[in-house]
């Protein structure tokens, strides 16, 4: 089946520092997607890329959708206190019911 | 709009005994989900239904695991027996269709510790 591998599995930063993730995967995917998850919690969507080389913002958050179709990129910038949690990011995969295969999660903790 | 409501929040059960955790997704989702996030792992979907129907669960272990939608709102997922690796958290999810892409809501989940 599809497998997502996600990097780094932890992040230990200081708060004002940017941050990177990413996602890569051994089939395409027709979305990319970009989830937090904090304890006790559901993850929470934070953005969502529909488009080879889409580049979208939220805020201090921006995701990319790679141009293989195969690999997702998410930058924090400027890390607040509030950002710690799990990150995760999901592939959307519009021939299989356009279910979700998610990463394992990047654990990001951010010392005030 | 409320959220997707779970229950229980915590469950303890022991080796061998039964379980059922309880969904109720935001008013008007035709499509709902089962997923289970082992600690340390991302959510690993279970089920999907579209309405009351199954529309996968092929990683749905049917030995042990069964889960209806009657009437196409609330949703059921039962585990009997319950062995230790079930230990996880049962997260529910709805979106209002199959194609919402980014549309999926999720509720806070069910923390079932199996000893």
């Known amino acids: 089946g599809q497998q997502l591998n996600q990097s780094p599995q932890s992040m230990f930063i200081q708060e004002g520092e940017d941050v990177s993730m990413n996602c890569t995967s051994s089939s395409i995917f027709n979305t990319w997607l970009w989830y937090k998850q904090d304890p006790g919690e559901g993850p929470v969507l934070l953005i969502a890329?529909?488009?080879?080389?889409e580049l979208t913002s939220n805020g201090r958050l921006t995701a990319q959708f790679g141009t293989t179709r195969k690999d997702s990129f998410l930058n924090i910038s400027a890390s607040i206190p509030s950002d710690v949690g799990i990150y995760f990011c999901?592939?959307?995969?519009?021939?299989?019911?356009?279910?979700?295969?998610f990463g394992k999660g990047t654990l990001l903790t951010v010392n005030p | 709009e409320a959220g997707v409501a779970q229950s229980p929040r915590y469950k303890i059960i022991e080796k061998r005994q039964s379980v059922a955790f309880w969904c109720n997704p935001i008013?008007?989702?035709?499509?709902l989900y089962w997923y289970q996030q082992i600690l340390g792992q991302g959510p690993k979907l279970l089920i999907q239904f579209q309405n009351n129907g199954v529309v996968d669960d092929s990683q749905l272990p049917k030995d042990r695991f069964s889960a209806e939608r009657l009437k196409g709102v609330d949703s059921t997922l039962k585990i009997q027996p319950a062995k230790l690796e079930d230990s996880a958290v049962y997260l529910c999810a709805s979106s209002l269709d199959t194609a919402s892409g980014g549309g999926y809501t999720f509720g806070s989940g069910t923390r079932l510790t199996v000893v």
């Open positions: 890329l529909y488009k080879a080389g």
């Open positions: 008013s008007g989702h035709a499509t």
């Open positions: 999901a592939g959307q995969d519009g021939g299989s019911n356009y279910k979700l295969t």
